[in-house]
């Protein structure tokens, strides 16, 4: 069975601080790795797509990270800001150039708090 | 844009009772989805649709129902509602399937709270 570990499960820094979150995943093969960033009360908005050919990829502040072999992933975030207080979500998709689009599996998300 | 909108924002039901989701696209998407999230859950897929008159199962379709008539509008209903339906619900669309080519991500809508009591 297809699955997407996450963690730690919530996090709290202070602003200004660095932090990294973990994903490990099961899901092969492997398409792609989706990071999503979930406000509270608000739906995910996605930060950045790797697929197995990359190994980095950045959105601002944050950086992603994949390393196929291990199956592990990582996003790290720089100079925290409070605005970066939020659920953090790993989605892995299998099975390349399938069109069945019900091949994702979503993690359970990392809730990060930064604090002033 | 106005992207991925859904309604209503909140709804209470009670058991038995029916309600229709309503999500709406202005991106010219073909797929759309929809998705339950439980507290401290991933979120599970529920049905989706590859394009008007197509739509398939998900994760988790027992209890609810969909329909496709347009790109743009991708409702789902609930009949005889459960406590166990209670979650909350988003709608999702986008170009490509996210196992495609070129790599898409899926665009969210700001979801609907249900409370089945």
């Known amino acids: 069975k297809n699955q997407v570990e996450q963690s730690p499960q919530s996090l709290i820094i202070l602003e200004g601080k660095n932090c990294t979150l973990q994903?490990?995943?099961?899901?092969?093969?492997?398409?792609?790795l989706r990071w999503y960033k979930q406000d509270t009360g608000r739906g995910p908005v996605s930060l950045t797509i790797?697929?197995?050919?990359?190994n980095t990829k950045s959105n601002g502040r944050y950086t992603a990270t994949l390393d196929a072999d291990t199956k592990q992933s990582s996003l790290h975030i720089t100079a925290s800001q409070l605005s970066d207080s939020a659920s953090y979500i790993c989605?892995?998709?299998?099975?390349?150039?399938?069109?069945?689009?019900?091949?994702?599996?979503f993690g359970d998300g990392t809730t990060l708090t930064v604090k002033p | 844009n106005a992207g991925v909108t859904q309604t209503p924002k909140f709804r209470i039901l009670k058991i038995g009772q029916s309600m229709t989701l309503q999500c709406t696209q202005d991106?010219?998407?073909?797929?759309m989805y929809w998705y339950r999230q439980d507290p401290g859950m991933g979120l599970k897929l529920i049905y989706y649709?590859?394009?008007?008159?197509?739509?398939d199962k998900g994760e988790v379709p027992n209890g609810y129902n969909v329909s496709r008539s347009t790109t743009e509008d991708f409702p789902l209903r609930l009949e005889l509602a459960a406590p166990s339906q209670t979650s909350v619900y988003f709608c999702?669309?986008?170009?490509?399937?996210?196992?495609?080519?070129?790599?898409?991500?899926?665009?969210f809508g700001p979801g609907t709270r249900l409370l089945v009591l």
């Open positions: 989605v892995v998709s299998d099975e390349p150039y399938n069109t069945n689009a019900g091949k994702s599996t």
């Open positions: 649709s590859v394009g008007a008159g197509i739509t």
């Open positions: 991106m010219n998407h073909n797929y």
């Open positions: 790797m697929t197995f050919s990359e």
């Open positions: 999702a669309s986008s170009r490509n399937a996210p196992t495609g080519f070129p790599q898409e991500t899926q665009y």
């Open positions: 994903c490990n995943y099961t899901v092969s093969p492997f398409s792609n």
